[in-house]
């Protein structure tokens, strides 16, 4: 069965899509816990990342390195982390998140609001920066 983001990946969904290759896909998280909240996924379908082959492992890395500096070149922030969750959806990605207190790496805590003019306009400043 198809995971959610399978579906986004086919365009079955919408995303606020920032960038895509042959293997890989970038969007922004519909429920950010900070501005620029970005979700990098392997177009392959895996359940758990450390169950990802070695090279759609490293190859994703090399990824979200890209788009982690395009993050960083928008959102003015201390710097980007990363985080690994997968309990929500069951299709290995990797959370990029603008940091600039401990409590933005929360998903606890309330989330980020944006209109759907900001994603659309976040999204496509994110992307145009990987292009620079
Ligand atoms: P996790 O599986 O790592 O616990 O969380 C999944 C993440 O995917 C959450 O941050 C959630 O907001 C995000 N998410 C779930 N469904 C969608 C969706 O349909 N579109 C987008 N853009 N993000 C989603």
């Known amino acids: 069965m198809d995971s959610i983001f399978t579906k986004?990946?086919?365009?079955?969904?919408p995303s606020y899509k920032i960038s895509e290759n042959e293997n890989f896909f970038a969007f922004l998280d519909i429920n950010p816990n900070a501005k620029g909240?970005?979700?990098v996924i392997p177009k392959k379908q895996v359940d758990k990342l450390f169950d990802l082959d070695e090279q759609t492992y490293t190859e994703?890395?090399?990824y979200t390195k890209k788009v982690a500096?395009?993050?960083?070149?928008?959102i003015p922030c201390n710097?980007?982390?990363?985080?690994?969750i997968g309990l929500e959806v069951p299709h290995a990605h990797v959370h990029l998140i603008p940091l600039n207190t401990m409590s933005d790496a929360s998903f606890s805590k309330?989330?980020?609001?944006?209109?759907?003019i900001e994603f659309i306009e976040l999204a496509a400043k994110i992307s145009k920066a990987m292009d620079s």
């Open 8 to 13: 986004i990946i086919k365009g079955e969904i």
């Open 79 to 84: 710097r980007v982390g990363l985080t690994v």
């Open 60 to 62: 994703l890395f090399a």
């Open 69 to 74: 500096a395009a993050i960083e070149k928008v």
């Open 37 to 39: 909240h970005t979700l």
């Open 110 to 116: 309330p989330k980020a609001q944006l209109s759907q």
